[in-house]
Every structure is written in C-alpha cells, then in structure tokens.
C-alpha cells in the first residue's frame, strides 16, 4: 500500500499541478495584476495631463492618434485582465492547467510562460495552424 506522498512522486513531470505549483503560478498570475492595474492607471493619468495641454498643442491631430493609441492599449490590457482573473478562477475551482480541448494536463513549463493558457501545446498548435489554413482560403 503506497503512501500519498511516494506516489506523487512517482508522477511524471508533465501531470496535473500539485496544490503548491498552482499557489506558485496564482502568485505569478496575482503579480501580471498588480502590473496590468499599475499601467493602467499610468495610462489614465497621462491622457489626463494631455488634455490639459491640448490647448496649446498645435498638432491636434497626432494628440489624438496619441490618445487612441492609450485607449486601445487599455482596451488589450482590459481583455489580459479579464484573462488573468479567469485563470484564478479555474485555479480556485481545480479546473486549472487542463486542455480545454482534449482535457489532457497543459506543462507547467508553459503555464510558467503562459499562465493564461486554457489550451496544451498540441491543441495550440493545432488551433493556429487550422487558423492559418482558413485564412488562406
Ligand atoms: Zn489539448
């Protein structure tokens, strides 16, 4: 009868994350959060100062890309938030680091990269090139 703790190390390196990798990547998770809302505010406060001295920009046109630039930035970081926050959920519900394609384990090598990956390397890969493929076409 084997004890619990012999066998999870009998288990191969790409299986399901153990409670303390999960509590490692939720920590690397939590810190691209704290980044992403940082920036953001940056981002914030730097369309405020450029309004401010709209007034006195002659070129009001590139003030303008300017700020569209921010705002769509924000936009890509809102959806990398969205992400972020989801993959914490997953981890608080046990559903974290398995392919939400063919349910096999997602490396932790990779979730270590890629800490919002719902999909394995295969099924990525698989994906992208199907993608590709329907663009050609
Ligand atoms: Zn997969």
Known sequence: MPVSHSRSIELPPDEYLSKEEVLKL???VQDRIDTLMANGRDAVSNLTEDR???ADAIDVASSESEREFVL???DRERLML?????AQ???EEGEYGMCES????ITLKRLMVRPVATQCIDCKTQAEQLERRS???
Do not use: N
């Open 135 to 137: 663009r050609t076409f």
């Open 26 to 28: 939720w920590g690397i």
């Open 52 to 54: 401010d001295q709209e």
């Open 82 to 86: 969205r992400k972020l926050k989801k």
């Open 89 to 91: 959920e997953r981890m």
């Open 102 to 105: 063919c349910g096999e384990p």
């Open 72 to 74: 769509r930035l924000a």
